[in-house]
């Protein structure tokens, strides 16, 4: 239920270990060791709700090394949130882990693979980094700073922007040739968005140049365009969108 690596320090202690990481800054972001996250929910406000189920692994060729947890978030799990993952409230709560320590033991997780120089494959990263930040926050915890990201979700969106259909992942991967196996299963999104991560650049070859830092600018800069756009497609509507936000990989507001 629980990760097995949190013994080797704290969000507390860690937030800066990325900054000890052996980025060689001129080379491509493809050369970086690879890692996967992705977190299920009890539903979809990032403020609100919190975490049910989280997977975070390292990619090594066809090895995959993962953590998972299944926590008792203390709340109930809403019914759309338990139709999409399949884990209901009486599960979470009888088979779950403390959510506090899951919750340390994730962010944990994430630290080592960022202070060992990987570059962490999400999609839709924003909402699964603001939510596990706030819930630490919440919980009195100094989380410190996210490390590289590749988010399928943004990059797909920049590079493919005017391609009609679903960005749900499931359809995303589909339209790039890869699999994802139990749909909405953290484990499974997870090693999806790392399969993204890998094709895309073999796709997109302009996006294989870009260094770590360019990367995160360029997701940073893309995601911004993109909501903005959005919110403009909705004033046309005569629609607004409420907690408009631009930042990107954690919502500063959270």
Sequence with gaps: LGGGQVGRG???????????????????WTQSPLA?????????????????????????GSEVAGNHWLLDPGIEISE???????????KA??????????????????????GDGFVVATYNGVFDLTMLTYELRRLGHKPGEVGPIF??????????????GSRKLADVVKHYGVSIGDAHNADADALAA????????????????????????LQKRAYREQRESFREYKSRKGETIN?????WPVRRAA
């Excluded at 996967?36 to 390292?58: K, M, N, Q």
């Excluded at 920049?158 to 009609?164: A, L, P, T």
């Excluded at 399969?195 to 796709?203: E, F, I, S, T, Y």
């Design 243 to 247: 907690d408009f936000n631009t930042d």
């Design 93 to 114: 709560r009888t088979e779950g882990g403390d959510y506090e320590e899951g919750l340390l033991g994730i962010w944990t997780a994430l630290q080592l693979e960022w």
């Design 10 to 28: 704290s969000p507390d202690t860690q937030g800066d270990r990325m900054s000890q990481a052996m980025i060689a800054p001129f080379e491509s």
């Design 151 to 164: 988010d399928g979700l943004c990059i797909d969106k920049h590079y493919d922007k005017f391609r009609k």
């Design 194 to 217: 790392a399969r993204l991560a890998w094709k895309m650049p073999r796709v997109y070859p302009e996006l294989a140049k870009l260094t770590i830092p360019a990367l995160m600018e």
């Design 80 to 90: 759309g949130a338990t139709a999409v993952h399949g884990i209901s409230t009486e």
């Design 36 to 60: 996967c996250f992705d977190v299920e929910s009890t539903g979809p406000d990032l403020t609100a709700d919190r975490i049910v189920t989280a997977y975070v692994a390292t990619i090594n």
